[in-house]
């Protein structure tokens, strides 16, 4: 059964700090694209970043240069490092293992940003 849970949500002000964590199980992690994906309220669920297995990154505009995302294929974990947080950034984060066509995804975790 595969799992993708994460942690490290919560409220952080204007400017702060917070780091993700999603560990993974039932996959083999090293072979999925991983990504992390953000729904705030009203609104679709969209793409914040993603790292290929070879570890090559992509970013939201919204977000380059703030956030870092990296993996550690031997813990199963990806993280999303979230740096110069501002209120915008406020939404459910959803990690995502991408193969191919099949996609996992997680319960998410919310993250709000106060001004």
């Known amino acids: 059964q595969v799992q993708l849970v994460e942690s490290g949500g919560g409220l952080v002000q204007a400017g702060g700090s917070l780091r993700l964590s999603c560990a993974a199980s039932?996959?083999?992690?090293?072979?999925?694209?991983m990504g992390w994906y953000r729904q705030a309220p009203g609104k679709h669920r969209d793409l914040v970043a993603r790292?290929?297995?070879?570890?090559?990154?992509n970013y939201a505009d919204s977000v380059e240069g703030r956030f870092t995302i990296s993996r550690d294929n031997a813990k199963k974990t990806v993280y999303l490092q979230m740096n110069s947080q501002k209120p915008e950034d406020t939404g459910v984060y959803y990690c995502?293992?991408?193969?191919?066509?099949?996609?996992?995804w997680g319960q998410g975790t919310q993250v709000t940003v106060s001004s």
């Open positions: 995502n293992a991408e193969r191919s066509i099949v996609n996992y």
């Open positions: 790292i290929t297995t070879g570890g090559s990154t």
């Open positions: 039932g996959i083999t992690f090293s072979i999925n694209a």
